[in-house]
């Protein structure tokens, strides 16, 4: 099994800045994608940015220029540096990991999900 654990949300005014972690533990062998989603009240859930194990990256339209995703592969840690955060950035923040694990079974795990919330 693979675990994810998130942290890093919170309460932040329009302009700020928040930093989300994603760590994965587990029986992990190698991990081909590390990312982010968020779900709105209401809404579906998105991708809003992913790193591939190679190191490229995709953004969602909505956030480029101002999210920056990272990852560090010895810790299987992603990191999501969020700036110039605007109130439609609020939703439930999920952490998603691709890969294989130990026993060569591939897998795509979900974090439990960390609130952003953008408000003055």
């Known amino acids: 099994q693979v675990q994810l654990v998130e942290s890093g949300g919170g309460l932040v005014q329009p302009g700020g800045s928040l930093r989300l972690s994603c760590a994965a533990s587990?029986?992990?062998?190698?991990?081909?994608?590390m990312g982010w989603y968020r779900q709105a009240p209401g809404k579906q859930r998105d991708l809003v940015a992913r790193v591939h194990s190679g190191g490229n990256t995709y953004y969602a339209d909505s956030v480029k220029g101002r999210f920056t995703i990272s990852r560090d592969n010895p810790k299987n840690t992603v990191y999501l540096q969020m700036n110039s955060l605007k109130p439609e950035d609020t939703a439930v923040y999920y952490c998603?990991?691709?890969?294989?694990?130990?026993?060569?079974?591939?897998?795509?795990?979900w974090g439990q999900g960390t609130q952003v919330t953008v408000s003055s």
């Open positions: 587990g029986s992990i062998f190698s991990i081909n994608a």
């Open positions: 998603n990991t691709l890969g294989v694990t130990t026993d060569t079974r591939n897998f795509a795990s």
